[in-house]
């Protein structure tokens, strides 16, 4: 069963699979990002690259003792609540151009490399984001409007 949740109710603690209030089962998850501009964005000790206005899905997996309670602190980067950068993809969720607008997570579904590569990760502007503990290209991926990519998102994970 795939879970589209809404960022303001994973902050209010009333979204479907208890991400907000700490409740969350373990998974794979793709938060979905609008970035308003063409953006130059410093990405750790990945550099820095050019970030296209448009759409990104950036395809995570939470199978620690908080599940999927990992999406709410992405969700408070986003919103800039939180400030500490520790993954790749609080470079790209905590940009001032850049606005989380929504999260697909797949309880109790092992596939993040395998979504990554279904989305194209090549279209990610900078190889081997999200992916430092794997061999994909990438787990972060681009497209020009956020309708076609969340329809790939949903259709990927719901065949999962």
Same mark, same amino acid.
């Given at each position: 069963?795939?879970?589209?949740?809404?960022?303001?109710?994973?902050?209010?603690?009333?979204?479907?699979?208890?991400?907000?209030?700490?409740?969350?089962?373990?998974?794979?998850?793709?938060?979905?990002?609008?970035?308003?501009?063409?953006?130059?964005?410093?990405?750790?000790?990945?550099?820095?690259?050019?970030?296209?206005?448009?759409?990104?899905?950036?395809?995570?997996?939470?199978?620690?003792?908080?599940?999927?309670?990992?999406?709410?602190?992405?969700?408070?980067?986003?919103?800039?609540?939180?400030?500490?950068?520790?993954?790749?993809?609080?470079?790209?969720?905590?940009?001032?151009? &850049? *606005?989380? !607008? %929504?999260?697909?997570? /797949?309880?109790?579904? +092992?596939? @993040?490399?395998?979504? $990554?590569?279904?989305?194209?990760?090549? &279209? *990610?502007? !900078? %190889?081997?984001?999200? /992916?430092?503990?794997? +061999?994909? @290209?990438?787990?972060? $991926?681009?497209?020009?409007?956020?309708?076609?990519?969340?329809? %790939?998102?949903?259709?990927?994970?719901?065949?999962?």
């Amino acid at each position: 069963m795939v879970s589209l949740l809404d960022p303001g109710a994973i902050a209010a603690g009333t979204d479907s699979l208890g991400v907000g209030a700490g409740d969350a089962p373990p998974g794979t998850y793709v938060l979905l990002f609008g970035l308003s501009a063409e953006s130059e964005i410093a990405v750790g000790a990945l550099g820095t690259a050019t970030f296209p206005a448009g759409a990104y899905a950036y395809v995570g997996s939470a199978f620690g003792s908080n599940g999927l309670g990992r999406v709410a602190r992405h969700r408070r980067v986003a919103a800039g609540d939180h400030g500490v950068r520790h993954w790749h993809v609080d470079y790209l969720g905590g940009h001032p151009n &850049t *606005s989380l !607008l %929504a999260v697909a997570a /797949a309880p109790r579904t +092992d596939a @993040e490399c395998d979504v $990554a590569a279904a989305l194209n990760a090549k &279209t *990610s502007p !900078l %190889a081997g984001f999200g /992916a430092s503990d794997c +061999d994909c @290209e990438a787990h972060l $991926a681009y497209r020009e409007g956020d309708e076609s990519l969340r329809s %790939a998102v949903l259709g990927y994970l719901e065949g999962k």
